[in-house]
């Protein structure tokens, strides 16, 4: 057990780990301070949730690709690996999730209408699953700035 507490250790203590989480934790808490200032309340679920701006998924690749980068070297295999999975995170959150996200929002409606005036109501589904290109965008360039700004702070 206390050979899987140190590998457990090692990974969380690693600069590239504690550096992507930082960006993921970033968008996740700008997520929340965008809410505040619209509603005017603080939605903690907002910290664990898909969806909105900016995009945590892009965030973390780009952050992931730019310390892998910076680390193994811009034509070692691992940045390259790094860079293609970057790719399609961002590709699937602003095509894929965002298409599921609209189909949702559609069978909620049809539902809607089909319960119209009963008092059971199905549970809705979730509409919030991807992002727009700016949402992508603005994730990945806080990676970038999060991975530029921590990653040389936490490889001393």
């Not at 980068?69 to 790094?82: E, I, K, T």
């Not at 860079?83 to 095509?95: K, S």
């Not at 809607?112 to 699953?129: N, T, V």
Request: net charge positive; hydrophobic share 55%; aromatic share 8%.
């Amino acid at each position: 057990m206390s050979a899987f507490i140190k590998a457990v250790a090692s990974i969380i203590s690693h600069p590239i780990f504690t550096t992507t989480a930082l960006a993921w934790l970033a968008a996740q808490a700008l997520k929340m301070v965008i809410q505040y200032f619209r509603a005017g309340k603080l939605d903690w679920k907002l910290l664990v949730e898909t969806g909105g701006m900016p995009s945590s998924h892009s965030s973390f690749v780009a952050s992931l690709t730019l310390c892998v980068g910076m680390s193994a070297g811009w034509q070692s295999p691992a940045f390259m690996l790094a860079l293609g999975f970057a790719i399609i995170t961002m590709h699937d959150a602003a095509g894929l999730r965002m298409a599921a996200g609209r189909q949702a929002a559609l069978l909620n409606q049809i539902v809607e209408s089909l319960y119209e005036g009963r008092k059971a109501k199905p549970p809705r589904m979730k509409e919030l699953l991807g992002h727009s290109p700016l949402q992508v965008i603005s994730g990945a360039l806080l990676g970038v700035a999060v991975a530029l700004a921590c990653y040389p702070l936490f490889c001393r």
